[in-house]
Nanobody, 122 residues
Framework: QVQVAESGGGLVQSGGSLRLSCAASGVTFSLYSMGWFRQAPGKEREFVAAISSSSVTDYADSVKGRFTISRDNAKNVVYLQMNSLKPEDTAVYYC????????????????WGQGTRVTVSS
């Protein structure tokens, strides 16, 4: 049974930092691409960042230079380091896993976590 679980969300002031973690179980983690998506209040879910099984990364333009995605295959964990946070980064952040895809399309990711909330105060 595949399980994906996010952690690390919380309340932070504008300009601050947070690191989100996502643990995946029930899969050979090193073979999977992992993605981060977010959904702000009243908006559709959007792509944030992705990392392939070979650690190629991709980012949404809105977070480039501020967010960094990384993975630790020994721990089956992917991270999203978020720096210089802005109020518009406020959202529920979701982690997703895919065996045969990499990138920004939600439909390519069959496994999803429940999300972790990030609130950035101004």
């Amino acid at each position: 049974q595949v399980q994906v679980a996010e952690s690390g969300g919380g309340l932070v002031q504008s300009g601050g930092s947070l690191r989100l973690s996502c643990a995946a179980s029930g899969v050979t983690f090193s073979l999977y691409s992992m993605g981060w998506f977010r959904q702000a209040p009243g908006k559709e879910r959007e792509f944030v960042a992705a990392i392939s099984s070979s650690s190629v990364t991709d980012y949404a333009d809105s977070v480039k230079g501020r967010f960094t995605i990384s993975r630790d295959n020994a721990k089956n964990v992917v991270y999203l380091q978020m720096n210089s946070l802005k109020p518009e980064d406020t959202a529920v952040y979701y982690c997703a896993a895919a065996r045969w895809a990499f990138g920004l399309r939600e439909n390519d990711y069959p496994y999803w976590g429940q999300g972790t909330r990030v609130t950035v105060s101004s």
